[in-house]
């Protein structure tokens, strides 16, 4: 059996070597700067039932993905809860949110951009609120807030202090959400997940790891196929 193929590497000032298997399959690997390949290809043969293992488990999740279809009555997340949908003669503006989502029913071919549209909107007025609170709260310096597409990760923190969060999570509660943003403004201070950057978020979240639990558990809910 031939070594599984990389789709991604990255080299870091990391002392160790990293597989990362994608939601989508995909292998990401991380090493060290200077790593050799037969290093790393040696590596990833020793890991490859765990690989494998891990693609049928990613497989199994996608399947279970939710596929909206925009009837009478599906139930879409916001902010932790599900809110049914309905339809109702034209009207503008074509999405609306009332404790239920009222669509136009001229609206409907185009109902899966509306409703992406709208909760990009919503996240972007919630979480630059939010991040503006905490960043106060504890003393981060930060650039900007930027929503994203991002299907792997739900947010990340670049080295300018950009703070990237993808519209899904506006889909989840409260508290998570809260947790996703102290964690990326911890990367304004601990730009790795050194044990200083987990003490610092620690500090804040003192159950972190419950909610990392979580996320980790309910996320196939918030994506959409």
């Known amino acids: 059996m031939g070594t599984i193929p990389i789709d991604e590497l990255i080299l870091s000032r990391r002392k160790t070597i990293a597989l990362v298997v994608q939601p989508d399959g995909r292998l990401l690997v991380r090493a060290p700067l200077r790593t050799n390949r037969n290093l790393i290809d040696a590596f990833i043969t020793s890991k490859t039932d765990w690989i494998e293992k891990t693609r049928q488990m ?33 009207k503008r503006p074509a999405l609306q949110f009332d404790l239920a989502f009222v669509l136009s029913e001229n609206a409907l071919p185009q109902a899966r951009k509306r409703f992406e549209d709208w909760y990009r909107e919503q996240a972007r007025l919630y979480l630059t609120e939010r991040v503006a609170y905490f960043a106060q709260c504890y003393n981060f310096n930060y650039q900007k807030v930027k929503i994203t597409s991002a299907r792997t990760r739900w947010g990340s923190c670049s080295a300018r202090g950009t703070i990237n969060f993808a519209w899904r999570l506006i889909m989840a509660p409260p508290e998570i959400i809260d947790y996703v943003i102290l964690h990326e403004l911890s990367h304004t201070v601990h730009h790795n997940h050194s044990q200083s950057f987990w003490s610092l978020v620690l500090s804040m979240v003192p159950d972190y790891t419950a909610k990392r639990k979580w996320l980790k558990q309910h996320s196939q809910q918030f994506h959409w196929e």
């Open 58 to 90: 990613q497989h199994a999740r996608r399947k279970s993905i939710p596929r909206h279809h925009f009837v009478e009555g599906e139930q879409f997340w916001y902010l932790g809860q599900q809110f049914p949908l309905r339809l109702v003669p034209p």
